[in-house]
């Protein structure tokens, strides 16, 4: 029992037993490095622990420097720390283990393991050394025995699949070889086809032959018959054929004349066309002349009238007085007019710039907006169950008599975002998503509902009755700016008047100073004063205690965080401000503009009367002045046209000049075109002369070709019949080279054989029997036998042979190959099945082997501890029981120890949790736990630290009590003027300046001081 005054240690010696026997620092939870455990002003700090070990103890040292190195020693010899983890190992100690090791930081954990984690710890501690290997190898056993089960699954599942396929294309390939059977009759039809088709067309060719011999000889004969008339016709066909060309040549001479005298047509109408138009320009200008006469004529009456109405004019009265008025008061508007514009721009520049204005801050709003769904999505993201727990809250507010506020991360504003990481770092996570009460009786309907009927995990707080939101600080923060303090904390945010008062209340943000550079730099001073107790620096966070005892002062600092919710400012007052000023200039403005209108609208109204008076008057004072220029452009315009006269003599001597010389050129084309008419006139005559020549030799080439027309025909007939029959001849031959060469490749013959003499002139029907001399086997022979023997017969069992085999339709050579593939499969798979089913058989049986031997003893085990368990509880007037709690037997992973207490009467069996029971019900069960394993526990020793922490005076004695009896047998109480049993050790830890210096101390003068003043007593 290790007791001693807060701060003096106690947890030191913990932290020193983790460490000295090679622990992490995790476990611990409190620095993460092993040199923040040296003392401070320090550079290296030594543990050395005696640990009881049947044939000699073992002395473990390790020397730890600032710089997170060590140096370690087993039974004085240096070593690494592997091996001293192996000895500890040997000892069954296991610092990492919260049944057997258990911190002051690692108490609230307990509760927080799961089911599972707490067996395992259970097993490690007070299991026999294999049952936790036993657990492992099950779980593995498991995962194998999964693996085995879906192994064979799907090897079913396939094989099953695979007889399926099988099953539905087995009548596939029935189907498949019934048209196979007629695909080889069709290929021995089209093999012996070729062989009849050849024969048939090689016995045509012989006989297209005779006939072809025989219509040369009656052609020859013909031919020598009708010689002596042919001869005739040949030579008058000699004589006709000059006389042609002659012909010719006339026709294409006569044409040429013809084009020539064209071209001399063409050229006198041309100027015949050029003298009409000299003669339609003289009409013209006689047309000009009497247009002109007349624009004078016009031209001398208007100067007349204009000369009229200038008399008139001349009598009205002088008007420049008046429109100098008119001038002066449209000057005077137009002033008044620019004022009244300029007022009316500068109006709209100020409307336009509170416009764009008013733009930005509706961007700002939604950005403000935005701001706040981004605080709720990382609320939902962090906490779904106090997001949800807001919604109900926003659609139920009616229920409620009292204020409430949502989270407090949602209703804290932060002035500035750059201090929002001091607030937040102040504040806890529990409290900035806790909702927050004025009323305690709406705190419990609250609670009641989300809690227990909706099952959601969340915090609530009832907020101070006395506020103490206006509370002021112990010292003014002028008095502190020397130490670099700008601000208590309450300054830099704001909140709502219940939820500023809570947060004075619990985390005294009234009285926490905010520092900067200066204030880190003045640390030592600044932690001297007496009203300090928290603080921060730009970038740290600095706690102050003082010892009771000896005044001593003791701090602690950690790095402020980054904030993560409360940087995010929206200040909802002054964006309501913002937009009510920004809708009232906008409205006064608008107002002076629509006033300015109604002045500029009568200012135009006069200023376009005025215009038009002036208008009028300078019309009048005008006119005199435009009819004199009018009359002066009119003289001078008259003086121009009777000086401009035309010469009609002139251009009617010009035009017969033109005419003349038209006329000239017209006679030489004339005497051009006689020429051409004569040439083309002798010409057709000397054409006329030879065509009549040309007749009488054609008409006695015509009575010769009648006389020998009768012979011509027949001649004739049988030339073509010759002709027919040798192309015939020439076709059937290559058809007949085509057929064979087609014959010998669908029979496989060598290309230089050829059909034998004594088959040559036998039908088909018996060729069968030599055709394939070399290559061609008795199979052939015998099959082509069963076939007909002439082509239609044939072509007929084709037809026949292949609309049958065209019944079978979607089949192909693969489905048959995969068929067999398949069937080859499906006996290999029969046969790894069943060696992956004699497999899992015997790997079950290996498995329930393991479990008996693991399942049985932890089952006796949790029945021990269940019953040490539940006695406990009983002493205290309370319940609890401990049980193997598992959903399914085969899964060994989901095995866990379930623990489940009862402190009311009134109340059920609860699982222990973190968030059911209080943490001082927690650490009872804790403790009680610890203790159920005392007399099962193979460790050498177990360390709990302030396990009293959260407990209330009845329980921490019932507690102590039932320690003392576990451990020593006896019900030795220890709080006061209670005796200790003999089989206890009790350390007390005293620290301090105060204390003796070790080299003064003196235990045997202390025990018989002791045992003189109990002699006395």
């Known amino acids: 029992m290790i007791v001693g005054a807060n701060g003096t240690g106690k947890s030191s010696i913990v932290c020193a037993i983790c460490l000295g026997l090679a622990g992490k620092t995790a476990v611990l939870g409190r620095g993460d490095k092993v040199g923040l455990y040296v003392k401070r002003g320090c550079n290296k700090g030594n543990i050395e622990i005696e640990l009881y070990k049947s044939g000699g103890n073992v002395v473990v040292s390790r020397e730890i420097f600032v710089d997170n190195q060590s140096l370690w020693m087993l039974n004085g010899r240096h070593c690494n720390q592997k091996a001293v983890e192996e000895e500890v190992k040997a000892l069954h ?50 995962t194998k025995e999964r693996e085995l089960e879906n192994g064979v699954k799907e090897k079913a599942n396939f094989l099953e699949k695979a007889k399926q396929r099988n099953e539905r294309n087995k009548h596939d390939v029935n189907r498949y070889y019934e048209k196979k059977r007629h695909l080889d009759v069709i290929e021995l039809l089209e093999k012996k086809k070729p062989w009849v088709e050849y024969e048939t067309t090689r016995e045509e060719l012989e006989g297209v032959k005779k006939e072809r011999e025989d219509a040369k000889k009656q052609l020859s004969a013909l031919r020598q018959a009708q010689a002596p008339m042919l001869k005739k016709i040949q030579a008058i066909d000699s004589q006709l054929k000059p006389m042609e060309a002659q012909i010719k040549a006339k026709t294409a001479a006569i044409k040429e004349a013809s084009l020539k005298c064209k071209q001399k047509q063409d050229q006198l109408d041309r100027k015949h066309k050029e003298i009409e138009d000299i003669k339609q320009n003289l009409r013209l200008k006689q047309t000009e002349k009497e247009d002109h006469q007349k624009r004078i004529s016009n031209t001398r009456r208007n100067i007349e009238d204009l000369k009229a109405e200038l008399a008139k004019v001349a009598d009205q009265p002088d008007v420049t007085p008046r429109i100098n008025e008119v001038n002066m008061e449209l000057r005077r508007i137009q002033v008044e007019k620019a004022k009244i514009e300029g007022e009316r721009a500068d109006l709209r520049r100020e409307k336009d710039n509170l416009c764009a204005e008013y733009k930005m801050l509706e961007k700002k709003l939604n950005d403000m907006n935005n701001i706040m769904n981004a605080k709720e999505e990382k609320l939902r993201g962090r906490h779904k169950d106090t997001y949800a727990a807001l919604q109900w809250l926003r659609q139920n507010r009616h229920l409620f008599e009292g204020n409430v506020h949502e989270p407090l991360m949602l209703v804290i504003n932060v002035r500035d975002s750059g201090f929002a990481k001091y607030v937040e770092n102040h504040i806890s996570f529990h409290d900035l998503r806790a909702f927050v009460f004025q009323r305690k009786d709406d705190m419990e309907k609250f609670m009641s509902e989300v809690r227990d009927n909706m099952n959601l995990r969340v915090n609530s707080i009832s907020a101070p009755e006395d506020s103490c939101s206006t509370k002021p600080p112990s ?208 010409l057709t005559m000397e054409k006329v002369y030879l065509a009549l020549e040309t007749v009488g030799l054609t008409a006695e080439k015509t009575k010769l070709e009648n006389d020998c027309r009768e012979g011509a025909s027949e001649l004739k007939a049988t030339d073509q019949r010759c002709a027919r029959l040798e192309q015939r001849k020439i076709h059937l031959t290559g058809q007949c080279k085509g057929l064979l060469k087609r014959a010998k490749e669908i029979c496989r013959m060598q290309g230089d054989q050829s059909l034998p003499e004594d088959l040559r002139n036998v039908r088909i029907k018996n060729c069968h029997k030599y055709i394939f001399f070399h290559t061609f086997v008795c199979v052939f022979s015998q099959a082509f036998s069963k076939l007909p023997d002439t082509p239609d017969e044939i072509d007929a069992m084709l037809n026949e042979e292949h609309s049958r085999a065209e019944c079978f339709t979607s089949l192909s050579e693969s489905v048959v190959e995969e068929y067999n593939r398949r069937e080859q499969e499906i ?141 020593c047998k006896e019900n030795i109480p220890l709080l006061q003027n209670l005796q200790y049993a003999e089989e206890m050790t009790i350390l007390f830890v005293h620290n301090g300046p105060h204390m003796l210096p070790p080299c003064q101390w003196d235990e045997k003068a202390f025990i018989k001081q002791c045992l003189a003043r109990k002699a006395k007593e």
């Open 475 to 682: 010292r003014s923060i002028e008095s502190m700016k020397g130490f670099g303090f700008f601000s208590y904390l309450r300054e830099l945010f704001d909140a709502p008047e219940e939820v500023m008062s809570y947060l004075c209340h619990q985390y005294r943000v009234h009285d926490v100073p905010v520092g900067n550079d200066q204030t880190k730099a003045m640390i030592k001073m600044v932690i001297r004063e007496p009203y300090i107790k928290v603080f921060y620096t730009k970038e740290e966070r600095y706690m102050v205690k003082r010892s009771h005892y000896s005044s001593q002062i003791s701090t602690s600092n950690s790095a402020v965080h980054p904030s993560q919710y409360l940087f995010i400012a929206v200040d909802a007052e002054q964006r309501r401000q913002l937009e009510e000023q920004m809708k009232s200039r906008l409205q006064e403005i608008d107002n002076r503009i629509k006033a300015l209108q109604k002045e500029a609208s009568a200012l135009d109204r006069r200023d376009n009367e005025l215009l038009a008076e002036k208008k009028r008057l300078s019309e009048l004072k005008g006119k005199k002045r435009q009819l004199e220029q009018k009359i002066s452009t009119k003289q001078d315009s008259l003086k121009q046209m009777e000086n401009s006269t035309i010469d009609m003599k002139k251009i009617e001597e010009e035009t017969r000049e033109k005419i003349t010389n038209v006329n000239s050129q017209k006679v030489a084309i004339v005497g051009a075109f006689m020429a051409q008419m004569k040439l083309r006139a002798k």
């Open 93 to 142: 100690i296991q610092v990492s283990n919260l049944c057997q090791f258990l911190p002051q930081e690692k108490v609230g954990e307990f509760a927080k393991m799961s089911k599972i984690e707490l067996l395992e710890a259970t097993e490690k501690s007070v299991g026999p050394p294999e049952m936790y290997t036993y657990h492992c190898e099950l779980k593995n056993f498991r």
């Open 827 to 967: 006996k290999q798979l029969e046969k790894e099945l069943q060696d992956k089913n004699n497999t899992l058989n015997a790997y079950r049986q290996n498995i329930s082997e393991a479990k008996d031997r693991w399942l049985n003893p932890l089952k006796q085990l949790v029945e021990q501890i269940n019953d040490r368990f539940s006695d406990f509880f009983r002493s205290m007037q309370c319940a609890g029981e401990v049980d193997l709690h598992s959903e399914n037997e085969e899964e060994y992973d989901k095995y866990g120890i379930r623990i489940r207490v009862k402190f009311h009467s009134h109340t059920q069996l609860h699982e222990l949790t973190p968030h059911h029971q209080s943490g001082g019900e927690r650490s009872v069960s804790t403790m009680l736990y610890l203790m159920a394993l005392q007399e099962l526990n193979r460790c050498p020793f177990r360390v709990v630290d302030e396990i009293n922490q959260g407990m209330d005076p009845i329980n921490e004695r019932r507690v102590f009590d039932i320690v003392v009896r576990t451990a």
